[in-house]
Structures are given as C-alpha cells and as structure tokens.
C-alpha cells in the first residue's frame, strides 16, 4: 500500500490560475478586471470597483438613524453603537511626593508665581477612552496574557506521547515470546494454538447502541452536540502570535510628568572616631565630579559628636531642629561616572593658631597611649573648652578625605576596607564595573547621552558596602577652593599621588553606601518636607540631597522649589590698612534695610535650628586674603522686591583673649541686590567691599555704583568673590523666556508702561514686541524651555485662544503662536533624539498632551471670573465657561456660544449672532480673521454671565493656521504632525465635553468650516506623502503613522462616514500612485501602517455595521452572469445574492464593512500571485489580519457565541480569499515523514541519493494516483519541479493564514456557511477541501519528544530566518524578483529533513525562534516542555474539530442538494488524512463518530466509487485498532465492525472489505516500527464480541465470515511475531519475510504487498541488486494480472517476459488452482494493478539495478518499458530512458576496459 503521497495528487480539479485564464478570456484578460470578480470566479451583481480602489462609504451616522437597532438589549445590542460612556474627561490630583504640597508661603503672589504654582498643583486634565485598552493597540497577545488565558486546558491524550520506553517494551516482548511458544517452524503455525490465544484475550468496552437502527439524522445530532460540548473558546489563545517587531499601532500612554531623579544612592554616617577626643568636630559630605570640574550636589552636614563634646557649645547653639540631626542621605547622580568623588570634609570650633598647630596633637597622639599622656590631654581638653565658651560660634577648616565613588560600587562585594586601599585599586576595577552597566539608567535613557563606554556607570544594583576611611589629609590654609581641590582629586587617582606622602590624621569614619530603596521612610526633600510615608515626625530622619546634575538635564518642572546658593570664594583684603586677619563673613538675607529685615531663610547646618537669619564663613586663622569653601542654602522667597539683597558683613575675630577688644570687629560691608530689571540676579560677582555701613536705600542699587561719600577697599576694586546659583521653578534664568513671560503678564495685569530690562514699552508698542518676543523664544536656551516647557506652550495656547486686546484693538497672534510652537517642539526633538518612542514622539511633549493640557480657563478648581484662571481678566477678547456647571441651562447654553460654532447659536439674538453682526465686514479675510472684535456687547454679556465668551475653539484656530502655513513653517509642523493632531483631539474633546456635547449627534457637533479645514489638512498631508516617501523616508513614515492615529481618535469624537470619507481620500491618493509606480511596495506598505492603526481602534467592529444585513444597491446593473456554470455556482435570485455578497469582496460588502473591506481588500490585492513587486508585503498583510482576529478572539466583549458569529460576519470573504492562495501556500504535506504509515519502497532514498530518478508518472504512482490528473500546482509534486507558478508563502505566513480561516470557520454562522457552499461549484467546494486537508497536516500534533528534541538541539540558522531575509530583500525588488523567486522555488523545497524533519516545527512557537535567541535560555525546564505540548494538543485538538465542523457543514450541503456527490470523495480523504496524523484520543472519538456516519449515509460511496479510499480506510482503522489507548481502540473497532456490517449489508458478503483490511494488516505488520500485537489482539477480540452480539444478523452467514476473517487476521499477527523476535537479524528478518508472502501466493495484493516491504527493507540496508529483484517479481506479479485484465499488445504478455531478467520469476505464474480471478470484486483493485502502477515499479526496478551496478539488467527493464511507451507515444520518457541506457552502456564499457 504505497501511503506517502504529495497532497495534491489525490485532488481532481482545475487550478486557479486556469479558472482565471477562464474567466479573463471572458473579459478581456486584464488583470485588475480580474479583481472585480469576486474570488471564487462567480460574478457579483453590481457595478464593480476594482479591488486596487476604495470604495465610497456608508455614511455611518445617517445608517444607524435609518437602522434603528431592533435588540433592545443584550450582548448583540453592545456591537450596534459606541458605548454612551465611551470618552470621558478626567481630572485627576496628580500624586504629590511630600506630606504637603510644595507651595509659596506667602498669599499674596504676582501673576508670574500664580502661573507657576498652579502649573505645579493643579489636577491632570486626561481625556480617557474607556474602552482604548480593548483595542489592538493596546491588547497585545504577549506570552503572559497567552499563559494566562491558556489556564484550565485539558491534557489531550496522544498516543505518540503514551509509546512506551524500551524497558518495558522488552518486557511485552518477553511476555509474548512466552505466549506464542507454541507456534511451530512452519509459516502457518496451528490454527488451534492462535485461536486460543484470541479467546483469551479481553475485548475493549463497546460502544451502547452502536447497532441501533437509528435516523441519520439523529445520529447526526448526537454526534454534533458531543463534538460541541466543553470545546476550548478562543483558538488564538492556543496560537503563538507571529513574530513580528514593535506592532506599529502600540501606543504606549505616556508616563506621568514628575520630578526627575538620577540614580539614587543611600549614604549613612555611622561614626567618626579620632585617636584623641577633647572637642567637638562637624562634618559635611558631598559629590564631586572630576571631569566636569563640578560639584555635583548640595552638602549634606551632620554630626557624629557625643552628647559631651556637644555639650561643650551649649552657649552657643540654641536647640536643634530634628530635621538637622540626619545621619543619612540620599544621593541622586544622573550622570554616573568614573570621574565622580564623595568628598567629606572637617571643620572645627575656632582657635588660637593655623590648621597645622591645631591638627598636630591629632597626628601625634595615638588611643592606645592615652594613660601615658593623661596630663596633656586634659590640658588640650581644657583648652578646647575655653575656646569653645568664647569662640563657640566660628569655625575654622580642619581636615578632608575623598572616596571615589566608582570603585566602592563596582567592588562592593567585600566589606571593611581602607580608604586609601580602594584608591589603589583604581586601575584594575574598571573592567568589572564596565560589565554591569547595560542596565544604566533605566526608563531614562532620554538623559542618557554620556559619552564613552566607560562613562556609562550603574548604581542601581550593586551590593551595599561598609567602608572604614582610616586616613584623613589636613586644610591647607591656602589651598580651600575648589579649583585645589579639582587638582588633589585628579592627584589621587595617580599611583604616585603627592597626597600619600603627607602625614594623614588617623581617624575612623564608618559610612555605608546601599542603592537607594524605592520608597524610603522618614525622608525630606532639600526644602525639609517629608516625602510620602512618614509616620513619625520624632524618628531621625534622611535627607534627600539636591542634585546639580554635570551637564544638562531636560525635564519639566512639576514641584515648587526655590532655592538659591551662594559661595563666598575669596576675599582680598592685603591692601586694607588695618587691622583684618581672622575674617568671616557673615551673609544675611534682607528684605529692607534695617538690620532688623534680615529673613529667617538660610538652612542649618547640624545640630542647629531649621533656618536662622544669618551664616558665618570659616575662619582661616592669621590670613588677610583667605579662600572660603562656605555653601550657603537659603529659601528664596516666592516674590521678590527692589528691596530684597543679600548683604555681607566682613568681621575680623580676635582669638586671644584681650582687655577692652570686642569678640568681632566689622571691616567691611557688601551687598547684591536679588532684583535687577526684575529678573534675579545670580552667576559669578566680584564685588567692591565698603569701610562703612552702606548708606540709605543702598539696597536698590548696586555696590559697583559709586556712592557719594563712601570709603570702599582699595579704591573700590572688586576684592570679594562670591558665586550666587538659584535652583528654581520660579525664575527662568532666561532672558527671552523672561521677556516673553513679563510681556504676557503685563497684559493680563493691564499694568502700562511694562518694564523690561531697561527697557520701557508702551501699550502703543506693545504688539510689535509681543510678536518680537515671541518669535525670539527660538534665542533662548533648551534647557530653560524644557524646564518651563508646559507653562509656555500654556501661554502660546492661551494667546491663541484669547487674542489680547491691545489699546482697544483685538491682536490676532494664532500665527505667530503656531510659528513657535513648531519650531519649539521641532528642537526639543533634534536635541533629545533619545527620549523618543517608536512614532517618533518626544516624551515630554506626549505627557504635556496626555496630561497638561486643556482648553484655558475651563480649569475644573478656577475660581470664578478674575485673576485666577489662566488670567481671566477683562483684558481679554474671552471668556470659558466657569467650571461648575450652573443649574440653569439657559445660561449653560449662553455660556457655551461662539461664534466659531455656527451651528448651535439658537435664535438669531443670541448674543453671537449680534456681534457677529455688527462686524460682519470683519470676518472676511479668511486666513487671518475668522473672530469678532471686542465690542460693547461684551458688556452686556459679561453681565449676563460674568464672564466674556471665548472667541475661538483651540482646535478651530489650530486647523485654520495649520492649513494656510506654508514654508517652512510648515515643514517644521509636518515634522510633528502627530503634535499638533493629539493637540487637536484633545482641545476637540474638551470642547465637547464643556460644552455639554458629547451626547450630542455627531453630525451636529462641529461647524461645517472646521470639517473643511480638517478635509483639506488630511488631503494635503495625504499628499506630502506619496509624493515625498522616495525621499525623506523616515519623516513620512512618522507623518503616515500620525495621520493614522489622527482619524483613528476622531473616529471616537467626529461624525463617523466623515471620517471614513477622510480614510478614503487618502486611500485615493496612495491608489494613484501606486499605479505609476515600478517599485510599489513602500508605498503599499505605508498604506498598511495606515491601515492597521486606524483598525486598532477599540470599537473596530462596530464601524463595520456588524449586524447590517447587506442588500443589493438600490439600482443593481444588469446581472452579469457568467456564460460557464462553471465560473458561476450563484443563481440568480436575490437571496442567493445576498449570501454571495457576504463572501465576497463585492461592493456592497465593501460599503458596509468599511474597514473590514479595506483589510481584506489589502489582503487579497497582495496575496495575488500577479501582484508585481508586493511579495515582501505577505507577511506584513498577513500579521494584521491575524493580529485582528486573535484581538476580536479574547475581546470580553465579544465572549458571546452569537455575537461572535457576527463578528465572524466580516471576514467571511477571507475563506475565498485564501481558496484562492491555495498553490501558493506552503505545503505543510510534505513535510510528513511517514510516521506510522505504511509506504512503499522510500521515495525519500531515492530522492536524496540520486536526485529526481523517479519521473513523474512514477512519483505520482507511488503517491497514489493512477494517471497523472490535472493536478494541484507543481509546488505539490514529491519531486522538485523546477517550473513553479507561484512563489511560496513561508510556514509562518501559511500557518498565521489558516489559523485565521479555521477561526472564521469556527465562529460563523453554521447555517450561513451552509447556504454557501450550496452555492458553490464542485470545483470551489474542492478547494475549500484541499484547504482543510492542508490545514490538518499545518495543525498536526508535534508530540512531547519533538520538544525535547528541539529543546536539547542548538538551533541553525533556518529556514524561517532565510524566510525573514528575503521578504527583507524582496520588500523592495525590482528586476531582480524574477530570479530571486525562480531560486526560491529551489530553496523551498531542499529536502526538508533538517533539524526536525520540517521548518515548520521550529517556526511554531514564536519565543523558541533562533532570533530570538540571545534573551532566553536555551534550556527549557521539564515543565515549560509540558506547557508546550499541552497547548500544542489542545491546538491541534480544537483545529481538527473545527475542520470536522466544517466537514459536517460540507456533507450536509451534499445531502440538502442531492448533487455534488461527486464532493464527499474529498470530505472522505481529508477524514482519513487526519485520521492518519498524530491526533488526541479526544479527536479521534469524534471523527470516527463523523466516519460512521457518512459511510452509514452514502455506503455506494466506498463500495463502489472511492474503492481506494476504502482501502485507507481499513488501513486507518486497523491501525488505530492497535492503539495503546483503549478508547481509541473502541471507537476504531466500531467503525471497522460496521463497515464490515454494511459491506455485508449491500451483497451478503464483504469481500472488499475483507481483503482491504488483510492487506492493510500485513502492510501495517510489516512497516510500523513500535507496533504491539497485544492491543490489536484485543480489538480483533472486540470485533468478534461484536459479531456475536448482532442480533439482527445472527440468522446470515455474517457472524461466520467475521469470525473467519478475524482468525486469519490472527494468524497473521502471530506470523509476524516472529519476525519481531528476530528484528535484529536482518537475514532471518528477510527469509521470514519471503516465507509469509509466500504464504500469501493466490492472494496478489498481499503478495504485492510483501514483496514491496521485502525490497524496502532490502533498500534501507542497500542492497540494491536483491531490492530490484524483489520490484522486477512484484511487477512480473503486476503483469501477469494485467494480462488477464486487459488485452493490450504493447504490455508484457506475463511473468514470461521477465525470465531474462531472473529465472526464478516463473513463481509469479497464475497457474494454481485457487488462484482469484482479477474481476472479481475487490481483488487486484491496487493502484499497482494498472499500467501506470506497472511502469512505476520498472522504474523503480531500473533504477536499484542502475545502483547496485547491474547494467545488463537495466538494459533487459528497460527492454519491458520501451514498448509500453512507444504505445503511448511519450518522447519525453523514451528521451530519459534512452539517456538512462546510453549511461549504462557506458559504465559496462568502463568496466571492461579496466
């Protein structure tokens, strides 16, 4: 029984391309005619548009009016309209980080603060869809949402996973030795001994009511309900998602704006040990980086001092504040570095003598000798108290130390270890820090921008370490800057360090370093509020220390803060006559000039109060030019005046003690003003020093002023150097954001004249300067921008909507604002090209969309009208409505009218309409003027609302400049298209929403201007990018994806048919083009981007009318119907009409399903086979359909089995439109290996080893057919053909394509589908079926071995990756196509038997893919491979039921139409084909249910027409008779038993069926490698409980028969027993062999059979010579029938012809007694006995001859072959064989000569 055969051959019919021929003569032959057609070649009853064009819409909005839905409620009633609840306008508190919220203390605050801390406080304006994250775009089918919908699976029992291991298999096989000891030598053992041993054995339990007469019908209901019971719902969870990158309708919602943070590391200072204790000392720490010569944080101060030694300055120190007793901080490091130090450093109370004096005793003295030096201690002891008691308030420089930080994080694994040891081990550490950076900064990679590999540091994750810093360097007096200490930093990370040989003070200091937890108790932030989770104020708290990041970092503020820093330097005091060398400096705050105005503001330092009103510097003892390195932190306040300065105080301090000296003496006095032109004044100052106290109202001016009558230092020379730095989110520090904020101000303060630096600008002037300012902004410098980014855009946003009135004249700014948003956000993105997601949006400005923005002044919290809104000031041509909706409608509708909204100004006195009026010649000029001026009616409105009505929508005004711009400011807006439509969107809900519109019909909603503005935008754009996607590639590829997600969201908010008019409209304009195009397949590409964002929209299915029932256009043209029946199965009628249209791509379905069809309609255009140049476009095209339907399949929504049949509904026309791909699909057939399935002589062997020997009569021989018949494409012929059709999807694609057709099939409606395939040809229905066929063979079962195997192998690069390379390559082909898919066609079919046999077993399973690789770890666990498998079962479970579904649908069109029967022969074959694969027992019940059925209904069908197909039947039931599993088992023996049943039933015996399941049986004994007797033995048992049991047939002669049968069955088992027993001795094996088929002697089909397994077990070991004579026999055997049969001349007369071959043929002679006679029925109905089956075996004879050397013999073969096709005049064939004999010839010369 030759069972391996190509897929194809077994299909009679014609093939697409010839039913396009067909058709196209009809037509004219071009191919876009083609497309009109529906697919399927029947011929839709309309006017057609080709499919390559977009059909115009249904206009949503008026459908569902005239529709209205008949379901009142219910799941069905959800797909008819959007949810009411669909959008909302949410206002949520944004989450606050402190206790309270950071904000001014003062009440009192100029508009500039106001704005600020409002844009810091207020609540987020987020527009939600609801339902967006049921979208595609943001319902991914990622591996855990698959894990998670994949729980609760049944195991699926497979057989091939149950198959005993070898053990216990030797076991059984001991067992059975024993049992059949009995048989004797002779090839028939006795009869006795073998029935004895069947009598034993126990049946399997039968099936009840298996030999009821009952109804078909009925049976046919059982068998579906069972089918349909406890089935798995959603297939795609079963279903890896294809591989595909970033799909492109992701949108991520942006991440919430909030306070930037670096790294954050944990600090705690544990103690601080010195060998001698007698004073207190006082610490601070900070970050240095190296490189950017920068301090890189605020000092953190703190006090590790015993209660004692604090005791000693009680005088001085008033109690302290808790906040300034932390022991531990937080660092935040934005920018890691090998360059970044922690540098600690000492200072001491004030005393007589330099550092050096003062430090000696510390380097002197050591703990361990403290008895010996008791006296000197206590007199430094006594000391230090007195200098404590006079001097407690000053402080003097005493020692540092420096950590570099990099090496403690990379070598934190051990712990106690010296300062200067981790020092040294700079050099080699690098390396092991390098290795763990790839995590750096997570989340914000925007700010990433470092510089060199190295750079790149990670705190994020290292272990926390203790350190011990054991060496201190002491204050050189001369040598406290910074800039020293840049040089000792650099120094110390030398080998040869100079600070190594310096005499250190030993000391002990612990700290801890720890990445900082998440969310640490107990913190303040720099302005000492408590962070979030604090829940006790009295606990020592943490500090969070401010950052000053090394380079810039681009964030927007969102907290209040307000710091300033200053940093006295240096003073120069060497020509000051006097006495001055202890200096301070004391630095104070004043708001006036008494010294009583000095503010509480300057932060403490440790141990001290919270704030205090002044700071004094160290003192460098004896030193009249000291350096100072004094950080001095003070809380600005939020309003500054003229008045405010910061004042210096210079103070010489006498340390001895003397007679009538004072403790300070001041000599000297400076100061700087905060304000200067009302910016803050900050940045590097070298100041003049004064000898006096400064005169009155010194504060507004400044010291480099020369004041009458003042004495300065050295002639009023700046001495003193001090740097101020602000840290603030109140003050830009940019002079054009300054300009622009006061101008802005000033407007809405209405204060004339402004000033502004120096100048002053009158309100005559002011618009020139208004515009001017704002066209400066691009000046200024991004950081300030981003920083204030979300202020600004308010402002320019806010002069749009409210244009200013200006000295009585309305100044229209929209397009000076437009101008710079544009070039505002076009340099955020150049320069943070980091902080991009994939559209190519910039973070920030998404989060200001998403969260910031909102219509102005419709501030849910703004109080009623006035300053508190965005300055809702009477200078304002406006007015938003007031947040709280009033009670009283009439003034709610009053409230919301503008004239940018024509269509809702209800009466004509509606205030609108009268200032419409009286400047009606205002408004002409389009481009600039679309408002109204500001008249009186102001006034009276104002009195009826109190408030002015907004003079223009945002959206409205930003459509109208967007269309008008031009140049480059357009340029730069379709740079960030995407800006400026989610702007749009967003203002367009809100406006909705205050307007109390979004329940409002959607054709009602905006005025008709606007829908023009947005037509000629979307046109426009639509434009720019099919004429410049040649040439700026990725800017039309962010343009194309923007304009998608555009309409995607105005499809939430706009009158539905609108948009889809926009969608066509764009359509349109790509469609032209693509025309013109030689190379379309960008294009076509960017339309699919296009597509798949607008169809990721959540309501998706519900713009496709689901529920509308298609009619036929109102004025149908004449039907067209086509002149064959064949092209046409439809009638006519209008019934039949619309299920036609339903299935196909016909105009009326495109109208109605209008995204649908456009999806399917890409499909079909691409999948086309003459589709030029859109190869590479399969899988793209592919994915989206899959992503879509596996989206619809897990939607909660559509959970409902009927709501999911009408979504099903829409992709009805994707069955015709993959009938139509079918010989271009991968043929998954092939790649079977003959697992379990008898076959002939391998073809595989003769394919690998000598190329195609095999013709292709031959090949189809084996594979089953007699004569070569139109068959499926050549693609699906076992050998490689070379002239293939069409090039091959990859497995991937083919696979993603049927999964979606089976979930078409299983969702849709039966009954429709029903009505189908009534309409159907047979030629149509054929290859629905060759699908299904195709689509068990693509599902089939792998089993848990493959994934163990896969698992343990190391992946080659494989198909799939080729696959991935080429449509790369081919996305872009030109000239070069042709030939890439002729190679293709070669590569495709490379014997597949690579790693597994098949690419597709490595394809299936989307995370295991080679590419993937370097994430995963190869190595599965046990139960990831369990995982696997079970999913794999359940997949290939639920895909062959759906099949089976389908199947029943097919029979049960054939039984309602009583024609076609010529259908259930292809019904049968893919039942068998499935039957034949690795299947679950679960399947297997069901389908032998569905078998039984079908032979019961149409038993001519298998007895009379399909004879072979009975005899794969038995071959199939025999096999799984032996089955390990019982319930496989009683299900087989049913069907078998009943088959013989109705055999018997037609004639009164089953012959056929009798010899059929001999010969299935030797043939199944003979080939099946892990095949057990046992369990055939027991079904064979049960088949005879059967015969016994059968009551009706008792009284014929059935019973018998069975039982005969069944015994001769047996005996043959036994047989075979002994050629297990001797399966290692091939001889033996063989001389068994030739003994049973001799047995086999009158019975030619068995013979046959076992001479073809002897040859092919010959072959598997090589001996070819016995293997050819094994096939000269079988087709001596073959001819000597066929002489009987028919009477033809050229054929050989009988096994006589062959004796020159081999004597021994003779045997095969017909000659005995019982020799059956060819005609009767069912004998010698092989496909061997044919002509074809004659010359295949020759062939193959030939061919083993060739290969064992046998020239002669070839030559005597081919001598048999010559005449049979000379008879058939095949040139061809005779061309070969004579080639074939010439080489024989040729080698027996060679062999001569040598």
Not at 50 to 77: F, N, Q
Not at 792 to 802: E, F
Request: charged share 25%; hydrophobic share 35%.
């Amino acid at each position: 029984m030759a069972e391996r055969r190509a897929f194809a051959q077994k299909i009679s019919r014609t093939v697409a391309a010839e039913v396009r021929k067909q058709i196209s003569g009809q037509y004219g032959g071009s191919p876009q005619l083609l497309k009109n057609l529906n697919i399927g070649g029947s011929v839709s009853h309309h006017t057609t548009v080709p499919l390559t064009e977009a059909v115009d819409p249904v206009d949503l909005e008026d459908y569902l009016i005239a529709h209205p839905i008949a379901v009142e409620s219910g799941p069905l009633r959800d797909l008819l309209e959007f949810p009411p609840d669909d959008i909302e306008v949410v206002h949520t508190p944004r989450e606050c980080r402190t206790l309270v919220s950071a904000v001014p203390e003062e009440s009192e605050m100029d508009p500039h603060v106001r704005d600020c801390v409002r844009s810091y406080t207020e609540d987020w304006a987020i527009v939600n869809r609801k339902y967006h994250k049921l979208g595609t775009g943001f319902n991914p089918n990622t591996l855990d949402k698959q894990k998670e919908r994949q729980k609760g699976l049944p195991k699926q029992i497979f057989e091939s996973d149950e198959a005993p291991d070898g053990n216990s298999y030797q076991d059984e096989q001991d067992d059975l030795k024993r049992r059949s000891m009995s048989i004797d030598d002779t090839p028939r053992g006795s009869w006795a001994c073998s029935i004895f041993d069947l009598k034993n054995s126990l049946p399997d339990a039968l099936l009840p009511n298996l030999l009821d007469r009952t109804p078909n019908e009925e049976i046919d209901h059982h068998n579906e309900d069972q089918r349909k019971s406890s089935r798995h719902k959603e297939l795609f969870a079963l279903h890896p998602a294809p591989d595909e990158e970033e799909p492109i309708e992701r949108l991520s919602v942006p991440e919430v704006p909030k306070e930037h943070f670096g790294q954050r590391l944990l600090v705690k200072c544990l103690s601080l040990k010195f060998e001698i204790e007698i004073e207190p000392i006082f610490a601070s720490l900070a970050l240095y980086d190296v490189k950017e010569k920068k301090k890189i944080s605020e000092n953190f101060y703190f006090d590790l001092n015993s209660e004692q030694m604090k005791g000693m300055l009680r005088p001085h120190v008033p109690p302290a504040a808790i906040s300034t007793l932390a022991r531990s901080a937080i660092f935040s490091i934005t920018y890691p570095s090998q360059d970044v130090f922690l540098v600690i450093k000492l200072e001491k109370v004030l005393q007589q003598g330099d550092i050096g004096e003062c430090a000696e005793p510390y380097m002197i003295f050591k703990e361990s000798d403290a008895a010996k030096n008791k006296e000197k201690l206590e007199k430094l002891k006594c000391q230090a108290e007195q200098f404590c008691q006079r001097l407690g308030k000053y402080r003097m420089p005493f020692a540092w130390t420096a950590i570099h930080l990099m090496n403690i994080v990379s070598s934190a694994g051990s712990l106690e270890r010296d300062s200067t040891e981790v020092e040294v081990g700079t050099g080699e550490r690098k390396g092991s820090w390098s290795e763990r950076r790839n995590s750096s900064i997570v989340g914000r990679r925007s700010l990433e921008r470092t510089t060199s590999g190295d750079e790149a540091c990670n705190l994020t994750s290292f272990r926390p370490a203790t350190l011990t810093v054991t060496n201190f360097f002491k204050q050189e007096g001369d040598r406290l800057s910074d800039e020293d200490l840049y040089k000792f930093l650099a120094d110390m990370r030398r080998p040869s360090s100079v600070l190594r040989r310096l005499r250190p003070i030993t000391a002990q200091l612990k700290i801890d370093i720890s990445p900082a937890p998440e969310n640490p108790h107990y913190c303040l932030t720099p302005e000492l509020l408590q962070v979030k989770l604090y829940p006790d104020s009295r606990v020592r708290p943490t500090r969070e220390i401010l950052e000053f990041p090394a380079r810039d970092v681009y964030v927007p503020n969102t907290t209040y803060r307000n710091l300033l820093y200053v940093y006295p330097q240096s003073l120069n005091f060497a020509n000051r006559q006097g006495s001055a060398r202890n200096i301070t400096v004391k630095v104070q705050f004043m708001y006036g000039e008494d010294p009583s105005n000095a503010m509480p503001v300057i932060f403490g330092k440790s141990s001290c109060p919270e704030f205090s009103k002044e700071a004094y510097t160290a003192v460098v003892y004896h030193n009249r030019s000291p350096d100072f390195h004094e950080e001095i932190k003070i809380k600005l306040p939020a309003t500054l005046t003229d008045h405010h300065h910061l004042l210096f105080t210079f103070y010489h301090v006498s340390c001895q003690q003397k007679q009538n000296t004072p403790l300070e003496t001041p000599v000297g006095y400076t100061w700087i003003p905060m304000l200067q032109n009302g910016r803050l004044k900050t940045g590097q100052f070298c100041l003049p020093v004064s000898l006096e106290k400064p005169p009155q109202a010194y504060s507004v001016l400044s010291p480099e002023v020369p004041l009458p009558g003042m004495k300065w230092v050295d002639n009023h020379k700046g001495v003193f150097n001090v740097e101020v730095v602000a840290v603030s989110s109140l003050h830009t520090q940019d002079p054009y954001l300054d300009k622009f904020f006061a101008l802005v101000h000033a407007l809405d303060e209405h204060m004339f004249p402004v000033r502004i630096g120096d100048m002053r600008i009158m309100e005559n002037n002011l618009e020139n300067e208004l515009k001017s300012s704002i066209s400066a902004l691009n000046s200024s410098q991004l950081e300030p921008v981003v920083r204030f980014l979300h202020l600004l855009l308010d402002k320019l946003i806010l002069l749009v909507v409210r244009p200013p009135v200006i000295a009585g004249q309305i100044v229209n700014l929209g397009q000076a604002s437009f101008e710079a948003m544009a070039s505002i956000i076009n340099r955020l993105h150049k320069n943070l090209d980091g902080n991009q997601d994939q559209h190519g949006r910039n973070s920030l400005l998404a989060s200001y969309i998403y969260y910031v923005f909102r219509l102005p002044n419709t501030y849910p919290n703004s109080p009623s009208p006035g300053p508190g809104g965005l300055g809702g000031s009477v200078h304002y041509a406006t007015m938003a409505r007031s947040a709280v909706r009033p009670a009283s409608l009439n003034l709610n509708r009053s409230r919301s009218l503008s004239n940018s909204n024509p269509d809702i100004s209800g009466t004509p006195t509606s205030p609108d309409d009268e200032v419409r009026s009286i400047i009606g010649s205002k408004a002409t000029d389009r481009s600039c003027n679309r408002m109204s001026s500001h008249t009186e009616t102001s006034s009276f409105l104002q009195t009826l609302t109190g408030r002015l009505p907004t003079k223009k929508l945002f959206h409205e005004e930003l459509a109208l400049q967007w269309v008008v711009c031009s140049g480059s400011v357009r340029e730069a807006a379709l740079q960030q298209a995407w800006f400026f439509f989610e702007l749009m969107v967003k203002s367009m809900v809100h406006h909705l929403y205050f307007a109390d519109k979004l329940d409002a019909p959607r054709k009602n909603r905006f005025p008709e201007r606007f829908m023009d503005d947005v037509t000629a935008l979307v046109s426009t754009i639509a434009g720019d990018i099919v004429s410049r996607f040649q040439k700026d590639t990725e800017m039309v590829e962010r343009l194309n994806t923007s304009l998608a997600f555009f309409l995607n969201d105005l499809l939430s908010i706009m009158d539905r048919g609108f948009v889809f008019m926009l969608i066509k409209t764009c359509y349109k304009q790509v469609s032209s083009k693509l025309y013109s195009l030689t190379n379309p397949s960008n294009l076509a590409s960017l339309r699919l981007d296009f597509l798949r964002i607008i169809c990721s929209h959540e309501h998706y299915v519900t713009l496709n009318l689901p529920c509308s029932l298609l009619t036929p256009p109102a004025s149908p043209s004449p039907s067209v119907s086509s002149a064959t029946s064949q092209s046409s199965g439809f009638s006519t009628n209008v019934q039949d009409q619309k299920i036609a249209n339903m299935f196909e791509l016909s105009v009326p379905f495109r109208q109605q399903h209008y995204l649908a069809g456009l999806v399917l309609t890409e499909l079909a255009v691409i999948l086309d086979p003459d589709a030029e140049g859109l190869f590479g476009l399969h899988k793209k095209v592919i994915n989206m359909v899959h992503n879509l339907l596996s989206s619809h399949d897990s939607d909660p929504r559509y959970a409902d089995p009927q709501v999911k049949a009408r979504v099903a509904m829409l992709y009805l026309p994707l069955i015709g439109v993959i009938m139509e791909t079918v010989p271009q699909l991968y043929d998954f057939t092939e790649s079977h290996n003959q697992r379990g399935r008898p076959s002939c002589v391998a073809v595989d062997d003769y394919e690998s080893e000598g190329g195609s020997m095999i013709s292709q009569t031959v090949a189809m021989a084996i594979a089953g057919t007699s004569v070569p018949q139109l068959t499926r494409p050549s693609s699906f012929l076992l050998t490689s053909s070379s002239g293939r059709q069409h090039s091959t999807f990859s497995t991937e694609s083919s696979r993603s394509l049927l999964i979606c057709l089976l979930w078409v099939l299983k969702n849709a409606d039966e009954s429709v589908l029903q009505k189908w395939f009534t309409d159907l040809s047979v030629l149509q229905l054929n290859r629905l079926l060759d699908l299904l066929y195709l689509c068990v063979s693509c599902f089939e079962y792998k089993g848990k071995k493959v994934f163990e195997r896969m698992n343990s192998l190391t992946f080659k690069k494989s198909k799939d990756m080729r696959a991935k390379l080429e449509e790369a390559i081919l996305g872009s082909i030109g000239a070069r196509q042709e030939m890439v898919r002729r190679s293709r066609g070669q590569l495709e079919r490379s014997p597949s038997g690579s790693a597994f046999g098949s690419q597709e077993n490595l394809r299936w399973r989307k995370d295991m893919t080679h590419w993937r690789q370097n994430t995963e770890k190869l190595d599965k666990s046990r139960a990831e491979i369990e995982h696997e498998a079970l999913i794999d079962g359940n997949l290939a479970t639920e895909a062959n039921l759906i099949i089976l579904d389908t199947l029943e649908i097919v029979v049960q069109t054939v039984s309602v139409t009583e024609s076609k029967e010529s259908i259930l022969g292809g019904v049968l074959k893919v039942l068998l084909h499935s039957m034949a694969c690795n299947q679950s027992a679960l399947y297997l019940q069901h389908c032998f249910a569905t078998q039984r059925a079908l032979v019961s209904k149409f038993p001519e069908l298998l007895f009379e027409e399909e004879t072979e197909q009975c005899a794969d039947l038995c071959l199939r039931l025999l096999r799984h008779c032996s089955s390990s599993i019982s319930t496989i088992r009683s299900h087989a023996s049913a069907s078998l038993y009943l088959l013989m049943r109705q055999n018997f039933e037609i004639g009164n015996n089953f012959a056929r069926v009798k010899m059929q399941v001999t010969m299935s049986l030797s043939s199944l004994v003979g080939t099946s490698q892990n095949f057990n007797e046992e369990f055939l033995r027991r079904s064979l048992k049960t088949i005879l409980t059967y015969a016994e049991e059968d009551l009706e047939l008792r009284e014929t002669t059935f019973p018998d028969q069975v039982q005969d049968l069944v015994f001769n069955l047996h005996m043959i088992l036994s047989d075979t027993v002994k050629m297990k027993e001797h399966q290692e001795d091939p001889e033996m094996l063989i001389d068994l062999m030739y003994r049973i088929a001799k047995g086999y002697q009158n019975s030619p089909d068995l013979r046959l059979t076992w001479l073809q397994n002897m040859a092919g077990k010959h072959s598997e070991r090589s001996n070819h010579a016995e293997s050819a004579q094994c096939l000269v026999h079988s087709a001596a055997l073959v001819a000597e029938y066929l002489s009987m049969l028919e009477d033809r001349k050229y054929l050989p007369v009988g096994c006589v012809t062959f004796q020159n071959i081999s004597s021994n043929v003779l045997e095969e002679s017909a000659v005995s007694d019982d020799v059956v006679s060819p005609d009767e029925e069912g004998i010698c109905s092989g496909k061997y006995f044919t002509e074809a089956g004659l010359v295949g075996l020759l062939e193959q004879a030939a061919a083993s001859f060739s290969m064992a050397g046998m020239y002669e013999a070839v030559n005597e073969v081919y001598k048999v072959l010559i005449p049979i096709h000379e008879a058939n005049r095949d040139a061809k064939k005779l061309s070969t064989i004579h080639g074939k004999l010439q080489e024989a010839f040729s080698k027996i010369v060679h062999q001569v000569t040598f």
